[in-house]
């Protein structure tokens, strides 16, 4: 991932997705907390969001965040005017210019999918219940039917999270993801252990659903590995924080960050 500083703040964005044109995205970095469940920060994480939008060019009534619930909803924003809290959404698509759109996580993968020729955006929150609910497979499906998006045009990245070395999981996640294609390669068994490949599922249920392979980029970094860069619920506990991916249509004139 490509790395940059702003004011001071580290950001990371996609290598590929950085140079689209109409695009503007990044996810934030430690120790920028911009978590919207943390009630004992919540008025020091709104700020981070506040600023973290400000940087990319974006006003902060512009901001459109995913309360998430580990669900396979999608809110779909064809207007301005909605609810800056997006309460029990993991996912979010908009061809709408000036909004900020923000998914968080902290070892789940977010994945940004988009459509430079029709200037279409979606954002999903990959937990594992959402990716055996197939939920980014149904954000390309939305793009299409909502916007008439062309899937073989769509260029996506799949965020740092869990890498699959290191994504312990239970039997019946195994078993929750028995509809998910190739279920078989997505899972392997060490020592006795179960890990699961988050990046691998949410890749193919992008290729399955029309995005060239050359058009997904994976992040590639592990948050357990890397607490110095992003935050990780497994490897910290409770309340370590999250880290967001912040993205959206530019205005038209304006150069992507």
Not at 207 to 234: H, W
């Amino acid at each position: 991932m490509h790395l940059l500083e702003i004011g001071g703040q580290r950001y990371a964005q996609f290598e590929g997705l950085r140079m689209q044109r109409g695009l503007v995205h990044a996810f934030s970095t430690r120790p920028f907390d911009v978590s919207v469940n943390r009630e004992r920060e919540v008025g020091v994480c709104a700020e981070h969001r506040r600023q973290m939008a400000a940087d990319f060019g974006f006003d902060a009534g512009s901001l459109r965040c995913c309360v998430q619930v580990h669900a396979a909803r999608i809110a779909v924003l064809e207007q301005t005017g909605e609810a800056p809290m997006l309460d029990g959404f993991d996912a979010v698509v908009t061809g709408e210019r000036g909004l900020a759109l923000m998914t968080f996580s902290a070892d789940c993968p977010l994945v940004l999918v988009y459509d430079p020729r029709r200037e279409v955006l979606g954002l999903a929150h990959a937990s594992w219940r959402c990716t055996v609910a197939a939920l980014v497979r149904r954000v390309v499906e939305t793009m299409q039917e909502r916007f008439d998006c062309d899937p073989s045009r769509l260029c996506a990245g799949v965020g740092p999270s869990a890498g699959p070395m290191r994504y312990e999981v239970k039997e019946d996640v195994y078993l929750a993801a028995a509809g998910l294609p190739e279920r078989a390669r997505l899972f392997s068994v060490r020592d006795g252990r179960l890990y699961f490949d988050l990046w691998e599922a949410n890749r193919l249920q992008l290729v399955q659903a029309g995005v060239p392979r050359k058009n997904v980029e994976v992040a590639g970094i592990c948050t357990m590995s890397r607490t110095d860069l992003f935050y990780s619920f497994r490897r910290e506990g409770a309340g370590c924080g999250h880290f967001g991916l912040l993205a959206g249509l530019s205005e038209p004139g304006r150069v992507s960050s």
